[in-house]
């Protein structure tokens, strides 16, 4: 898919906002290895890769790959000086103590194992380099979508309407069809309309299946009568869509048609309480709450939904124990469901946009219930 110009990213931005947050954290620096994190902060896509970033000197800045992206890292990430080490953070580490005076370092602990863990601190023993344990560092800044960032998610998620679209015109879902062959098709119709990738392993459900949240597709065939829930995604140069839809097969049973209408008014509460400044547990109950009153809280077992972006599931999380607020410009989806074990399950979902003006759907397919 064509990407137009203004999604390139301000790369230097977002590592000078990175530096502005460090004063929080008394440190002086700090080594970025989670790779999706450093992607957002160089551009650099590579499998082996950290960054480090200072918080009064971004002259001093530097990435640190392998021989392996020599080239790459100069197309990817050209305004930064590269260091080449197999062990990224560690030279990167080395490199911040080199002056000989006290410094102290931040490195990401919820990306760093406990192994490299107990080598970064044997190498600094005799340095004068002092570790500092951050995290969420850089996820809290990705939060906030810039334009162009909404611009490739909605761009994933067009790829994913008008695949799903062309996948029901065509009758792809119907009796006598795998799960695992609708997948499959509904993954080559978004491949098919520009995606770079699948955004996570697609979830079709049929039947009793379908009350599963999660469920991998397998070979069992769908039925007439049966409830099909099917979850999705596509990728468009990094960024993530994520929608599901269910629909039925011939005439919907009345429980059918009755927890499809609960858990459409619960979605449709949801969206509604996406406003900047919300608490985040507030979103999820004005859609629970809706279940809930039904009688069918109890199986309602997920969370309201997550931000997406650079990865599927990302800050913020929705749900009955998050904390914090809704910024304004995040991306998240909405996503309440009922499933009935051994019956089956609804659950719709959307990726919207945050803003004052009131939230924006990114997924555009519709959410009343399709009979098939």
């Not at 059918?256 to 969206?271: D, L, N």
Request: hydrophobic share 45%; glycine share 10%; net charge negative.
């Amino acid at each position: 898919m064509r990407v137009a110009p203004d999604t390139v990213p301000d790369h230097p931005a977002r590592r000078a906002a990175v530096a502005a947050a460090l004063a929080a954290h008394g440190a002086d620096a700090v080594v970025v290895s989670d790779l999706t994190n450093v992607r957002y902060l160089t551009g650099f896509t590579g499998s082996n890769a950290a960054v480090l970033i200072w918080r009064d000197d971004p002259s001093r800045d530097r990435i640190a790959t392998d021989g392996r992206y020599t080239a790459q890292v100069a197309e990817q990430s050209p305004e930064l000086d590269a260091v080449l080490a197999r062990d990224t953070i560690g030279a990167l580490v080395e490199r911040a103590g080199a002056a000989g005076t006290a410094v102290r370092v931040a490195f990401e602990a919820d990306a760093v194992t406990v192994g490299d863990f107990g080598e970064l601190c044997t190498a600094v023993e005799s340095s004068p380099v002092e570790l500092v344990p951050v995290r969420g560092l850089v996820q809290a800044l990705r939060e906030v979508k810039d334009a162009g960032e909404t611009a490739l998610v909605e761009a994933a998620c067009r790829i994913g309407d008008e695949a799903l679209a062309a996948l029901l015109e065509r009758g792809a879902v119907a009796p006598g069809r795998t799960e695992r062959e609708v997948a499959r098709d509904l993954e080559w119709e978004m491949y098919a309309r520009g995606a770079a990738a699948i955004a996570f392993e697609t979830i079709v459900a049929a039947g009793p299946n379908s009350a599963v949240p999660h469920h991998r597709p397998t070979s069992d065939v769908l039925a007439t009568g049966d409830f099909v829930k099917i979850d999705f995604g596509a990728v468009v140069d990094g960024y993530h869509s994520d929608m599901t839809r269910t629909v039925v097969l011939g005439e919907p049973a009345p429980w059918q048609r009755e927890i499809y209408e609960i858990v459409r008014q619960a979605q449709a509460a949801g969206r509604a309480a996406l406003v900047p400044g919300a608490a985040l547990a507030e979103i999820d109950a004005a859609a629970r709450q809706v279940i809930a009153a039904s009688g069918y809280g109890e199986q309602y077992v997920h969370g309201l939904g997550h931000g997406v972006g650079l990865e599927i599931h990302e800050a913020p999380g929705i749900g009955t124990a998050a904390r914090g607020t809704l910024r304004d410009g995040a991306i998240v989806t909405v996503e309440p469901g009922i499933y009935l074990p051994g019956r089956g399950g609804v659950r719709i979902e959307d990726t919207l946009v945050v803003s004052d003006a009131g939230p924006r759907s990114l997924t555009n397919a519709p959410r009343a219930l399709l009979i098939l």
